[in-house]
């Protein structure tokens, strides 16, 4: 049973991969990862379905198909509907699959942009009108040092990152622990979600998350994050939900006594 709060160890340990190794994962491995995906099904109503050989994946991209190298398997995760909801909930609930992967000590990439989603359906789900692809998860098993390219990439990305300072706005002059342990795990999800200027907004004990067209896979992968963080205090116990507003946020159940002794016990950069 896939348990989300022990995920949280391995946000910091996250981080895609494009080079995979020729050894496949055993058929254990895919056991687990199939079960934990049949559990995100449920709890998201969305559709996760595992493929092999990425070939096809590749004829729908539309730049890049030489990123990768030795990928086999991938999930395509799928709505009836390709909404800023669905798309939102794709980010949510598959990076708790990403995270889940790297428990597993195998690797994972996330594709969001780089496929055309009408010629991947087609491809894909050929025979399926009501599977709209939203977001793609390449996976395998992956050498524990990054190759020379992928770290180049990585760097390359880390440059494009905005500072603490500017991934939020607040109408609070003091800044809560809490609040900032979330944001430091919001900056290290991948996407573009951690790129774009004031991408939090902090009022009272709510931290409202700014979804830019296009980007909000990258959203709902942060918004995770930035949850299992928070709820790692133990003084903390936060929910995440998407308003009629289609706007995303993550509702803090602290109290300002608790949070105050909060805020001295930690220190201000931890991670």
């Not at 598959?94 to 996330?110: D, I, K, N, P």
């Not at 760097?155 to 609070?172: A, G, T």
Request: charged share 25%.
């Amino acid at each position: 049973m896939l348990d989300k709060s022990k995920l949280t160890d391995y946000v910091p340990e996250f981080h895609s991969r494009r080079t995979f190794s020729p050894q496949l994962p055993s058929a254990q491995e895919l056991n687990l990862v199939q079960q934990a995906a049949s559990e995100l099904e449920k709890q998201s109503g969305l559709t996760f379905t595992r493929l092999e050989q990425p070939e096809l994946l590749f004829e729908s991209f539309k730049r890049g198909k030489g990123f990768f190298r030795c990928a086999h398997y991938y999930y395509v995760i799928s709505a009836k509907e390709d909404t800023p909801l669905t798309r939102i909930r794709a980010g949510y609930y598959g990076q708790q699959l990403a995270l889940y992967l790297t428990s597993l000590r195998l690797g994972c990439c996330w594709e969001i942009s780089r496929f055309d989603p009408q010629k991947l359906s087609d491809l894909v789900f050929p025979e399926s009108e009501e599977k709209k692809p939203l977001a793609v998860l390449l996976f395998g098993r992956v050498n524990p040092i990054r190759s020379l390219r992928e770290g180049t990439i990585h760097q390359m990305r880390k440059l494009h990152s905005k500072s603490f300072e500017k991934m939020f706005r607040s109408d609070r002059m003091d800044i809560p622990y809490w609040f900032h342990l979330g944001v430091e795990y919001f900056r290290k999800a991948p996407g573009n979600a951690n790129r774009y200027q004031e991408a939090i907004r902090l009022k009272d004990t709510t931290a409202t998350f700014v979804t830019e067209p296009g980007q909000e896979v990258s959203t709902g992968i942060g918004a995770l994050h930035f949850e299992l963080a928070v709820n790692s205090l133990p003084s903390c116990h936060g929910t995440f939900e998407i308003g009629e507003d289609q706007k995303v946020r993550f509702l803090n159940a602290i109290g300002e006594k608790e949070e105050s002794s909060v805020r001295k016990e930690g220190s201000h950069g931890a991670a």
